[in-house]
């Protein structure tokens, strides 16, 4: 049973168009290029991606103590750095203290991965850098990201230096830019991919990341390519993706999506209905890039993701205007890929259309170390192989093993704690960086999901789960761990339980993206008055979970079930 009915298929829920006001949305193209607010001021008076010779020749120099505010509160992103939180700050100080009240003197630093794809040789410099740098710290995050912290100013330099020896970068890791291109983990070795999308991942990096003209774009920028069947990147939830199709009279190219994002006005992309051709991606990319340069609203950086412009233009307007002022010609139009067959986090092993095999391994909510990713380069090249890609979902693939290894090398990351047969709660479950490190977190994530995974496992161990269940934890509203597109999705907050105000999170049930379980992606529902303190995740999802498989209908997934569940069920 899929989720194409539309009695259980949850209403996309719009970012709103801006209000009609007097006052400009500061469009570059329509309303002049002045600036608007004071992130718009600075960006303009010196952009971002200058401040690198400052960090390498003053301020690793003079240390924390000489930065000037600007750079660290703004520019210092253009190059993956970020001042992480300040230790021993509760969340609800969160929202009432200023950004300098709120930090460290240390930073997280991003090391850049477009299309997930590593070498041995590139994870071990990471793993160096975590063991040297970064007090043994490295996140898998959601967006093929490798998360460091604990980094000095001091030693930026140095790590860039490491990193780039490497084929590595942290440019435009962070800030107002074309963050990494998520791309198939899977490229060029799937034996079901329709395209290998490497080539125009290469193209667009290699053309437009460190591109001065798209440095100062309203505010990031999120893109997603996919050859794979699956639709394994996450399409629905970036700025600009291209999903691979068959044209019946043009062969292999791609669907142009457009406006999708989550945070607090979450809205799923749309698609243009055109057909891309793979040597036009990278063209198409630039122009949607630049549509969200020169008509992007700039005025509040609140309403500053294309995702609001999308839904003042509407789908055919866009596309025209891409097509009239950017490409210079007409897109042909193009048929919607089919929904998924297979399960797009590539968890488990799997044969490669040369014979040999990739094997997809979670970590507990993409939380490794600096000691474990080298373990996992000495495993890796032990067993045959030099590269492995890194997920959407936190999780890793390993590449080219030799089937007479696939056993030897599932033992050997199971030992790293890294499952290729994961339990099927620890296979869906994810989360963001949390109160311990970030500045807008309100509520702890790593340790409270992993001992609800933990805890889960055990509970759960007798019961007969119909599909993964996605259990996304996120610290705060802004949804790192895209909470409304999960079964249950955990938004951090303060709440009251039992009369008391607590750290825990709002519940979000029945979201998802395309997968082989629905037709169409569709945002979760909230039942009012629905929230769970942050040390009884393991207590709610046991409960909710019993209760679904207790009332499930045949082939019914949880998602279905959550939407026409009585709120009382979902308690």
């Known amino acids: 049973m899929t989720l194409s009915n539309a009695e259980t298929r949850p209403a996309r829920v719009a970012a709103r ?101 590593l070498s041995t040789e590139q994870l071990r410099v990471i793993a160096g850098i975590s063991t040297e740098f970064g007090r043994d710290t490295a996140d898998l995050t959601d967006r093929q990201n490798i998360q460091l912290h604990w980094i000095r100013v001091e030693d930026v330099p140095e790590i860039w230096r490491r990193l780039e020896a490497v084929g590595l970068q942290t440019t435009e890791a962070c800030g107002d830019v074309p963050r990494v291109v998520l791309g198939s983990p899977v490229a060029g070795i799937a034996a079901d991919e329709l395209i290998d999308p490497t080539p125009q991942i290469d193209e667009i990096t290699s053309r437009f990341i460190g591109d001065e003209s798209l440095a100062n774009l309203p505010r990031k920028f999120k893109s997603a390519l996919t050859g794979h069947p699956s639709q394994d990147v996450v399409h629905e939830i970036n700025d600009v993706a291209f999903v691979a199709v068959d044209h019946p009279e043009l062969g292999i190219g791609y669907d142009l999506w457009v406006g999708g994002g989550l945070s607090v006005a979450p809205r799923l992309a749309e698609r243009l209905g055109v057909f891309v051709r793979p040597d036009q991606v990278a063209d198409a990319w630039h122009g949607v890039a630049q549509i969200f340069r020169d008509y992007g609203f700039r005025r509040l950086r609140n309403r500053a993701r294309l995702k609001f412009l999308l839904a003042e233009w509407g789908a055919e307007k866009f596309r025209q205007v891409l097509q009239d002022e950017y490409l210079g010609y007409e897109l042909p139009d193009g048929p919607a890929a089919p929904a998924p067959l297979t399960a797009g986090d590539h968890v488990g092993v799997h044969r490669q259309k040369d014979g040999r095999f990739y094997i997809g391994a979670t970590p507990i909510v993409g939380r490794v170390s600096g000691p474990t990713l080298a373990k996992l380069a000495d495993l890796i090249e032990a067993h045959g192989s030099s590269r492995l890609r890194l997920t959407p979902h936190q999780k890793l693939v390993v590449l080219d093993v030799p089937e007479d290894q696939v056993e030897s090398l599932v033992a050997g990351l199971d030992e790293l704690g890294l499952q290729a047969r994961p339990s099927l709660i620890r296979r869906g479950t994810i989360a963001c960086t949390g109160i311990e490190f970030c500045k807008l977190a309100i509520v702890e994530t790593k340790a409270y999901a992993t001992a609800a995974v933990l805890e889960l496992e055990e509970r759960l161990a007798g019961y007969d789960l119909p599909h993964p269940i996605a259990l996304h934890v996120n610290g705060c509203p802004n949804s790192c761990a895209r909470i409304q597109t999960a079964d249950i999705g955990l938004k951090g907050q303060l709440v009251t339980i039992d009369g008391e105000q607590v750290p825990g999170y709002q519940v979000h049930l029945g979201g998802g993206l395309a997968s082989q379980d629905r037709d169409d992606p569709g945002l979760g529902r909230t039942v009012r008055g629905l929230k769970v303190a942050a040390d009884g995740i393991a207590d709610y999802v046991d409960r909710v979970v019993k209760r679904f498989l207790d009332d499930r209908a045949a082939d019914e997934t949880f998602a279905q079930w959550a939407h026409r569940a009585d709120e009382e069920a979902l308690q």
Do not use: C
């Open 17 to 117: 168009p801006p209000r009609a006001s007097s006052k400009p949305n500061g469009q570059w193209k329509i309303d002049g290029t002045a600036p608007l607010n004071a992130n718009e001021e600075w960006k303009q008076q010196d952009g971002g991606l200058s401040v690198r010779e400052r960090i390498e020749n003053i301020y690793a120099e003079g240390g924390f103590a000489s930065i000037d505010p600007t750079d660290l509160h703004g520019r210092f992103r253009w190059w993956g750095l970020y001042t992480q939180r300040k230790p021993g700050i509760d969340g609800g100080r969160t929202a009432t203290l200023e950004p300098h009240e709120l930090e460290d003197e240390y930073f997280m630093l991003r090391v850049r991965i477009d299309g997930g794809q």
